[in-house]
């Protein structure tokens, strides 16, 4: 199992960036996805989550500001990031998992992509 993420860069605050996960080695629509980020000094947290049937969950922090998408299809997962802030600043990371309890837990998670870097200026 493969998961490549790209789309991190520089964005200033107020702005965007669109996130994306390519996936490879797993029968990607049986495959809950999510998103989790980390950043300098704390630990890996939880960002966002899209079922196989397409059930969306968010981190409060990023409610109203993400979105989490798939392309079956395509094999990947994407997160829009909108009105971005400082402290979004980490390196996100998308994962892969069967089943969909507890979905925030990222030691659920069996597969990890390698992060890639957003980085918001204020």
């Known amino acids: 199992v493969q998961l490549q993420a790209s789309g991190g860069g520089l964005a200033q605050a107020g702005g965007s960036l669109r996130l994306s996960c390519a996936a490879s080695?797993?029968?990607?629509?049986?495959?809950?996805m999510g998103w989790f980020r980390q950043a300098p000094g704390k630990e890996r947290e939880f960002v966002a989550a899209?079922?196989?049937?397409?059930?969306?969950y968010y981190a409060d922090s990023v409610k109203g500001r993400f979105s989490i998408s798939r392309d079956n299809a395509k094999n990947m997962v994407l997160l829009q990031m909108n009105s971005l802030k400082p402290d979004d600043t980490a390196v996100y990371y998308c994962?892969?998992?069967?089943?969909?309890?507890?979905?925030?837990?990222?030691?659920?998670?069996?597969?990890w992509g390698q992060g890639t870097l957003v980085t918001v200026s204020s």
């Open positions: 899209i079922t196989w049937s397409g059930t969306t």
């Open positions: 080695g797993l029968t990607f629509r049986s495959y809950t």
């Open positions: 994962a892969a998992r069967s089943g969909s309890s507890s979905i925030y837990y990222q030691r659920y998670y069996g597969y």
